[in-house]
C-alpha cells in the first residue's frame, strides 16, 4: 500500500502502520490487517500488481500515475474510489478513471457509495455501486469486496457512478450550510432534492449518460444522503456559516491536513459553467461555490434554495 511518508511524533508514518497497524493521523482507532504492508515509494507498491486501487485526491492522479507508468503490467486492472473531476484547458472535464486509463493504459472500474470511511472501518452494514464497463471484471471484483457487511453491486454506468461520487460533495456543503444557519431538517431535505436534480442535469449534458437509474443505486441518492448527513463536505458547510476563515486553514483544523474535496469540485465546476454561460441553469452549485469563495454572505442561501428555477 502506497502511503505518502509524513513524519508523526518523529516517526515515520509509514513505519507506524507496519508496527502499530493503524493510521494514526488519518484513521486512528481502526486496526489495519498486518498483511497490509505500507510503502512511501508508489512504484514499490505497484509493481506486478493486477489489481490497483486508487484512493487519494483527485488532483495529484495525473502526476502519481506519471510516476507508475514504468511499473504498471497491460493486464493490469484499475479501480478508483476518487471523488472528483479533473478540469484541463482544451479538455474541459474529464473523468478521474479516464486519466487513470488514458495515462496507464489499463481499463479502469469505478467504486462509490454510502461508505463513510470510519463506519466501513467499524464493519457497521452499507451498500456500494462498483460501475465497471467490461462485464468480465464484474465476478471478480464483486468477489474481492463483497462482505456480510459490505455489499456490491457491479454495473457498467462508469461515467454515471463516478459523477454521483463527485457532485455530491458539492451538494454536501450545502446541507452543512443550512446546518450552520440553524434551519431543520425540511431545509435540508430540499437541498438534497435540488441538488440531486442539477446532479442529474449535469451528468446529462457535460458526461452525456441519459441513464437516470445509476442515481438509485448506493452510488446515488443513497452517497447523497450520507454526505449531507455526516460527510466532511457537510462539516465544512457548517464550518464556513460559523467561522471567516480561509476553506485550508479549516481543513488543518477539521481533517488533520486533508483536503474538502468539494470546494475543489465546485470550482471546476463554476468554471466549466461560466465558460459555457450556463450559470444560471445550476444555481445551487454556483452559490456553495460563491460561499467557499467568500463572493455571497452564507444566509443568501436560503434565497437560492427559494428562487430554484425548479419552482418556477
Not at 62 to 74: G, Q
Not at 190 to 214: C, H, P, Q, W, Y
Not at 233 to 261: C, H, T, Y
Request: with cysteine.
Amino acid at each position: 500500500m502506497y502511503v505518502y511518508e509524513e513524519i508523526i511524533d518523529g516517526l515515520k508514518l509509514t513505519d507506524i502502520i507496519n508496527m502499530e497497524h493503524e493510521n494514526v493521523k488519518y484513521l486512528p482507532d481502526i486496526k489495519i490487517s498486518p498483511n497490509v504492508i505500507a510503502v512511501p515509494d508508489v512504484v514499490q507498491a505497484c509493481t506486478d500488481g493486477d489489481i490497483l486501487i486508487f484512493v487519494l485526491p483527485h488532483q495529484f492522479v495525473k502526476e502519481t500515475c506519471e510516476k507508475m507508468a514504468r511499473a504498471v503490467k497491460p493486464e493490469a486492472l484499475g479501480l478508483s474510489l476518487i471523488k472528483g473531476f479533473v478540469l484541463t484547458e482544451g479538455e474541459g472535464i474529464q473523468l478521474v478513471s479516464s486519466i487513470i486509463q488514458d495515462t496507464l493504459g489499463i481499463e479502469t472500474a469505478v467504486l462509490m457509495g454510502a461508505n463513510l470511511a470510519t463506519e466501513v472501518a467499524s464493519e457497521m452494514f452499507c451498500e456500494t455501486t462498483i460501475a465497471c464497463a467490461n462485464e468480465e471484471h464484474h465476478e471478480i471484483l464483486s468477489k474481492l469486496f463483497q462482505t456480510p457487511y459490505f455489499r456490491v453491486k457491479v454495473i457498467t454506468n462508469v461515467s454515471g457512478v463516478e459523477a454521483c461520487g463527485a457532485l455530491k460533495n458539492v451538494v454536501g456543503i450545502g446541507a452543512g450550510i443550512v446546518d450552520g444557519l440553524g434551519f431543520g431538517d425540511n431545509t435540508k431535505a430540499a437541498v438534497i432534492r435540488l441538488g440531486l436534480m442539477e446532479m442529474m442535469k449535469f451528468t446529462k449534458i457535460f458526461l452525456k449518460s441519459e441513464d437516470n437509474s445509476v442515481f438509485f443505486e448506493s452510488c446515488g441518492i443513497a452517497d447523497l444522503v450520507a454526505t449531507c448527513h455526516g460527510g466532511r463536505n457537510r462539516l465544512l458547510g457548517e464550518a464556513v456559516v460559523k467561522s471567516m476563515k480561509d476553506i485550508r486553514l479549516l481543513e488543518k483544523e477539521i481533517l488533520r491536513g486533508q483536503s474538502f474535496q468539494g470546494p475543489l469540485i465546485a470550482k471546476e465546476i463554476y468554471g466549466y459553467l461560466k465558460e459555457r454561460d450556463m450559470l444560471e441553469q445550476f444555481p445551487l452549485f454556483v452559490a456553495i461555490h460563491r460561499i467557499c469563495t467568500r463572493e455571497v454572505d452564507p444566509r443568501n442561501f436560503i434565497e437560492c434554495l427559494r428562487d430554484h428555477p425548479e419552482h418556477m
